[in-house]
């Protein structure tokens, strides 16, 4: 079955196997690396403990990758922060702050809902930098919101916050390929309000299940390099929660493509 940690075990032994180099999203933005290479990115949603297992493993075999945090109380773990940092890998702010704001303002204008989030962005950066350092971002998609977390880069700076980059605005998607579970599928761009790429998506394959992935990779055939994202609490061995996720993301997905369709 897929969406099980053993599933995700092959996959990061195939790309072992392949000699693909693994990649944090600062680093890669930093180096700008060439040859095979994968940028592992974590969205760490809910289930937090979750994403400590797949740190660990990871860590195990001597790699690191990224884990992005919500500040919400389902993602945001203080104690977990710490344990997958030290274990080399990076952490970063997975940010949602014109959602957070836009929602209680609905008679205000963009600008004024932006000042008042550039504030709490800052502020919720400053939690985290208070655990451990932080030099990326993430938005988070909030796919019921009816704004974009990214405008706050309409009229902010985010490098003025000492952030190296964010991944949607500072890779090269027309050179690296964009992989995510969304939908709990990696082709579920119909699911997608905004965790997608909009530049050229159509020159990479795409990949209905984890192990189309790894048949690409054995064949030779997967893109050089790609960043993929995982959300870890799709991703269990236990029976009762592997259905438990199979249903609840169905339901949202039913409720996805309904907006998609009349947005």
């Known amino acids: 079955m897929d969406f099980t940690l ?7 032994d195939t790309f072992r196997y392949r000699n693909y180099k693994f990649y944090k999203v600062s680093d890669f933005i930093t180096w700008r690396p060439v ?8 969205d760490v949603d809910s289930r937090p403990d979750r994403s400590l297992a797949f740190a660990r ?46 929602r209680r303002y609905y008679d205000k204008t963009e600008p004024d809902i932006l000042n ?17 350092p932080v030099t990326s ?30 991944p949607y605005l500072d890779i090269d998607f027309s050179q690296v390929a964009y992989y995510t579970d969304t939908g709990r599928m990696w082709d579920g761009g119909s699911f997608s309000i905004r965790d997608r790429t909009d530049t050229h998506v159509a020159d990479f394959k795409k990949y ?13 055939l997967f893109p050089e390099q790609s960043m993929l994202t995982f959300h870890p609490q799709r991703w269990t061995n236990e029976p009762l929660s592997w259905i438990k996720e199979l249903i609840w993301q169905n339901m949202k997905n039913g409720v996805k493509q309904f907006i998609v369709k009349m947005f």
């Open 57 to 102: 493993h990871l860590s195990s075999l001597g790699i690191t990758g990224t884990f992005y945090f919500r500040i919400t109380d389902g993602s945001y773990n203080e104690h977990i922060i710490k344990d997958i940092y030290s274990q080399g890998h990076e952490i970063g702010y997975h940010y949602e702050d014109v959602d957070l704001i836009g």
């Open 208 to 220: 209905h299940s984890t192990k189309d992935i790894i048949n690409a990779l054995n064949s030779g």
């Open 137 to 166: 971002i993430c938005m988070h998609g909030s796919p019921m919101s009816r704004f974009d977390n990214r405008l706050l880069w309409k009229y902010y700076d985010y490098h003025d916050y000492h952030i190296i980059g964010e």
């Open 6 to 12: 053993d599933t995700w075990i092959s996959l990061i």
């Open 116 to 132: 008042e989030a550039i504030e709490s962005f800052s502020n919720n950066l400053n939690k985290i930098r208070s655990v451990v």
């Open 35 to 42: 040859g095979s290479t994968v940028i592992l990115r974590h």
